[in-house]
DNA sequence: ATGACTCCCAGTGGGAGA
């Protein structure tokens, strides 16, 4: 089973490229962030066209989450329980057997701005969920854009982003709160390339100078780790032309 | 350099992203 986590920033731009990755990349599942669609736009027919199913969970202009699947999915949530949110960030869907969270981490702006205030009441909702979700699926993924970089090692130069968004100890506490409940990311299971990075800022010539981030991330829960097989950045797309600046992440899970 | 690019909604600029 293969699953894949991309940030597309607007799917209406980059739909072209999501048929045309999806054709060189039959994963089984395929999360998409920052769809940026209401759900009337949502491009279901060419999708279907291509032999994709779809569920979708969108917005005007900003956010939007979709899981595009081979197979029809099962028991879908919207967005986390127990947050009230005007804001499309999360999908929960069952894949032959295999509980999947797409989501849309959110950005948090500056650490002293009431989105990062927002940021750790999603995070903090969303480790509930992740939680309660768990303890019905043993068999969890959770994939997408984190907005967080994990490690100074997921940062090209840490010194400069040290305590900036992305980068405080308090979002990399709350990732490790995630790991602490029972995930473990996949990414780094294997050994990897230094300076391995799932986004670049548009600026500044970043995807040629290789000054990026990881913030694409996804994690297993732990009766997944001995399965999965590979875990890779696809930095293929990053060099399309008008590419979204987030790249696709691939995760290969060994049947049980 | 509060920069640089891209997207969206707007409407000949501004917010947001990361």
Known sequence: MKLATWNVNSLSVRLPQ?????????????????TKLTDDKFPQAALAEAGWQAVWFGQRTYNGVALLTREPVD???RNLPGL???????????????????????????????KF????RWLDAL??????????????????????????RD????????????????????????LDAGLVDAFRLFE??????SWWDYRNLAFRRNQGLRIDIILVSEPLRARVAA????????????????TPVVVQISPG
């Open 155 to 178: 940062v090209y130069d840490p010194v400069a982003w040290a305590g900036q968004i992305h980068c405080t100890p308090e979002e990399r506490a709350q990732f490790q709160a995630l």
């Open 18 to 34: 999501v048929l045309d990755w999806l054709a060189a990349n039959p994963v089984d599942v395929l999360a998409l962030q920052e």
């Open 127 to 152: 480790r509930a969920h992740v939680a309660a979700e768990l303890a019905a699926y043993p068999e969890l993924v959770l994939m997408g854009d984190f907005n967080i970089a994990p490690e100074d």
């Open 75 to 77: 028991a879908v949530v």
């Open 84 to 114: 009230a949110d005007e804001q499309a960030r999360v999908l929960t869907a069952t894949v032959a057997g295999v509980r999947v969270i797409g989501a849309y981490f959110p950005n948090g702006q500056a650490p002293d701005s009431d």
């Open 192 to 197: 990897q390339p230094p300076k391995s990075w």
């Open 231 to 246: 875990c890779t950045i696809d930095k293929a797309p990053r060099r399309n032309e008008r590419p979204s600046d987030h």
């Open 117 to 120: 205030v927002y940021k750790m």
